[in-house]
């Protein structure tokens, strides 16, 4: 690790510092890693000339973000304090002004650890372990740092209801809390991550080893020669200038309850700044800084299902970002530093007043409008409209999307309300009461998409027009446009096409990312035609997945050197990922894409190393020996993956399948059995029990597929096995009415219509 010097004056840093001492900080001290653009100074060069920015910054989370293990900075009880959990009792003390825990490491014996760094603050601070690879693991045990009075002063984990031991994915020496790839890009500044695949070793490095200036500013060393007289342009040196705000006023007349900008929003500074942190997003080339393209760095995730609610609201802990990207504030050009100092991370103004800024008090901060006790919690502007999730145990996150209480989505799709939030004790359809009383039409808000979700799906008839629709609409966020083409993944009709194809050439990146995916089945002729000139795309992440689409694809000859340059982006983003197994599943997947088993299976193999508990090379592993004609190889793959994770449905289902083709029926059908047990609501569990109990008990198999269709009403192969179990069973009233449902859920499939034939004409008189 290289660590920069830092001057301190009584235990504090020195604020101000004469310039010869800075001209000689400067030219001592030297980065990590150099920036190709403009080298990192370190956040202390800063503090002559913004000493304001510079003692409002020192008072931050982000200024504490991560610090080396020592007196000053641990905060949690280190006196021989002990904690149990799952079993083990783990031991907290000081050895030498040196900090030590005593747990179970990899392999469930207990052992010694030093604390090497401390990893957060407020309302926690974790801990982090270095072991002689050059791993940082963070401790799931963290210090809750909050006072006694409000429950805080104690060791707690992270994940307190799941027992997890030494064989859970989720222990602390397990790849899921690895800090050079899960946390250190966010939590250090100028950050190379330096894995060596060779070696299975990290010499990760940085400039800062917290989120210092240059994190949002960018490397300083030109703005400092600037700062001596040294040139640097309109621009000071710098590599972005955050004005976004500078000369904007924002207006209200009279008549009007919220102001609006005196002009449009022309550009998005900030966001880009903040979310290369605040979004969930995976890291596809190093070095962004402010002022290179975001997504020439990152992939931000859509609001996809299992991480927002169908309505948008946050789900897991998604980091802010892509919930603000769908608000109305957005929209109308609200930036980050409207509502946060960007130095302190402090609200500028407390409570009601910060949202009284554009919205009228006079209107909005009365019972009138919000109809509870002025001063309550159930007056503050942020319980209604940015309700919160607790994150880590204790760590409560606003919602950033800003929308209205919606309890009849709660009553349709089964989303959570601000009302019910606190109001635990009463259904939604109360608050929905509640609200009626107030506003005989209740406003619908800024964020209208959560049916449109919510019935795609679920695979409803007629479903994919409304996808297409926000797709279509230039007045939806383009993150909702964007998610809402990633919903479009098996388009059948024509002007389901029409639109993704359309979609190739949004203005908007991320829309034209998010259509890729369904070309992924266009036969490869075609897929090569319709995708090649993307090739090109100024957006790093759009032509990465172009070319991952092409590899099996002809592309045109004028343009297979930028097919090239594409595919080695593509290469690079999974060798920068090569610490982890899921990159090394997907390089296993480009080398059989590339007719290179023995490259895949090298991959594959690295990938069970680093993580044997990483589901997919088990699956791909054996998938590539049944490829080869090797199914018991295949077979015995997925064995050992489920020696490993018994729980697995997947794993079941695959072993299931393979044992099927090796003729071992009666052992595939218990395979089966485990795994519609474990996933019940998995339609492609349901339907191969339900295909191997067919000839032994064909009125159990019946059962299997009408108690699935309870749960996926809509899906097309469960129906049209419906169909077909009946008529076999002389049920042809039955037959005829799911075969019926599945013309209305495929009604341009082929085989619908020929089962719908088949039924009538078993029913037609002889």
Excluded at 27 to 37: G, I, K
Excluded at 380 to 397: E, F
Excluded at 753 to 764: D, E
Aim: some cysteine; proline content about 6%; hydrophobic content about 40%.
């Amino acid at each position: 690790m290289f660590n920069a010097p830092l001057l301190f004056v009584n235990g504090r840093f020195r604020v101000r510092l004469v310039l010869a001492l800075l001209a000689v900080a400067v030219s001592c001290w030297q980065p990590a890693l150099a920036d190709p653009v403009s080298g990192f100074a370190g956040s202390q060069a800063c503090a002559g000339c913004h000493e304001q920015q510079f003692a409002a910054w020192q008072n931050s989370q982000h200024a504490h973000a991560m610090q080396h293990a020592t007196s000053d900075t641990v905060l949690g009880d280190f006196n021989d304090a002990r904690f149990s959990y799952a079993d083990v009792e783990s031991r907290f003390f000081r050895r030498d002004s040196r900090f030590f825990v005593q747990t179970d490491g990899a392999d469930g014996a207990l052992d010694e650890f030093e604390i090497r760094y401390t990893f957060g603050v407020d309302p926690l601070q974790q801990y982090l372990v270095e072991f002689p690879d050059g791993r940082l693991q963070a401790l799931s045990i963290a210090w809750d740092s909050r006072p006694a009075n409000e429950g805080g002063q104690r060791w707690f984990h992270l994940y307190p209801d799941d027992a997890v031991s030494h064989r859970d994915e989720l222990h602390w020496t397990r790849p899921s809390q690895n800090w050079n790839h899960m946390c250190a890009d966010c939590h250090s500044t100028g950050l190379r991550k330096g894995y060596d695949p060779k070696t299975d070793t990290f010499a990760t490095r940085w400039a800062e080893i917290n989120v210092g200036c240059e994190a949002c500013h960018g490397p300083a060393s030109n703005h400092l020669a600037w700062a001596k007289g040294d040139g640097g342009g309109a621009r000071k040196g710098l590599t972005l200038i955050l004005d976004e705000r500078r000369g904007v006023s924002w207006r209200r007349s009279i008549e009007e309850l919220t102001a609006h900008r005196d002009s449009p929003a022309q550009a998005s500074k900030e966001q880009q700044v903040c979310a290369q942190c605040h979004a969930r997003r995976s890291q596809i080339a190093e070095g962004y800084h402010a002022g290179k393209p975001l997504l020439d760095h990152y992939t931000p995730v859509l609001l996809e299902p299992g991480l927002y609610h169908v309505d948008g609201q946050q789900r897991e802990e998604v980091f802010i970002s892509g919930s603000f990207e769908q608000s109305k504030m957005h929209a109308a050009g609200v930036t980050c530093s409207n509502c946060h100092d960007p130095h302190s991370q402090a609200l500028r103004i407390q409570g009601n007043a910060l949202c009284s800024q554009c919205h009228s008090p006079q209107h909005f901060d009365s019972p009138r409008h919000h109809f509870h006790p002025a001063g309550s919690a159930g007056a503050q502007c942020v319980s209604c409209h940015m309700p919160q999730t607790t994150y880590m145990v204790i760590d409560p996150r606003r919602d950033h999307s800003f929308r209205i209480p919606r309890p009849d989505l709660s009553i349709a799709q089964g989303t959570p309300n601000a009302c019910n939030a606190c109001h635990q004790d009463k259904s939604a359809e109360w608050a929905l009461k509640a609200i009626g009383k107030h506003y005989s039409q209740p406003a619908k808000g800024f964020q209208q998409f959560a049916k449109i979700w919510a019935d795609a799906e679920a695979s409803v008839p007629g479903s994919a027009a409304g996808l297409i629709a926000l797709l279509n609409d230039p007045a939806q966020p383009a993150l909702v446009r964007a998610s809402s083409a990633a919903r479009l993944q098996r388009p059948q009709a024509p002007e389901q096409w029409r639109a993704l194809y359309a979609a190739l050439s949004d203005p908007d990146a991320q829309v034209r990312r998010a259509a890729l995916g369904a070309f992924a089945q266009v036969p490869a002729g075609q897929r090569g035609k319709w995708l090649a000139p993307l090739l090109t795309d100024p957006v790093r992440s759009v032509r990465s997945e172009v070319a991952r689409l092409l590899i099996d694809a002809p592309v045109p000859e004028a343009q297979q050197p930028a097919f090239a340059n594409a595919l080695a982006e593509y290469e690079a983003q999974l060798q920068l990922n090569t610490d982890r197994a899921d990159a090394r599943s997907e390089l296993a997947q480009l080398r059989r894409r590339q007719s290179d088993d023995a490259g895949a299976l090298e991959h594959l193999q690295a990938a069970l190393r680093l993580d044997p508990l990483y589901q997919a090379a088990y699956l791909e592993l054996a998938e590539l020996h049944r490829s080869a004609g090797r199914e018991t190889h295949a077979a015995q793959v997925l064995r050992e993956g489920l020696a490993l994770r018994p729980q697995s449905a997947l794993l079941h289902y695959s072993l299931g399948l393979s044992l099927v083709r090796q003729q071992h029926k009666t052992q595939a059908l218990e395979h089966f059995r485990q795994a519609q047990r474990l996933a019940p609501g998995d339609p492609r569990f349901a339907l191969a029990l339900a295909l191997a109990l067919q000839a032994q008990s064909p009125h159990q198999a019946l059962v299997v597929v009408e108690r699935a269709l309870v749960a996926n009403p809509n899906e097309a192969d469960l129906l049209w096995l419906a169909a077909a179990y009946h008529l076999e069973q002389g049920k042809t009233e039955e037959a005829l009415t799911y075969a019926e449902r599945l013309m209305r859920v495929t009604p341009d499939a082929p085989r619908a219509r020929q089962l719908v034939w088949q039924v009538r004409a078993r029913m037609a008189p002889r």
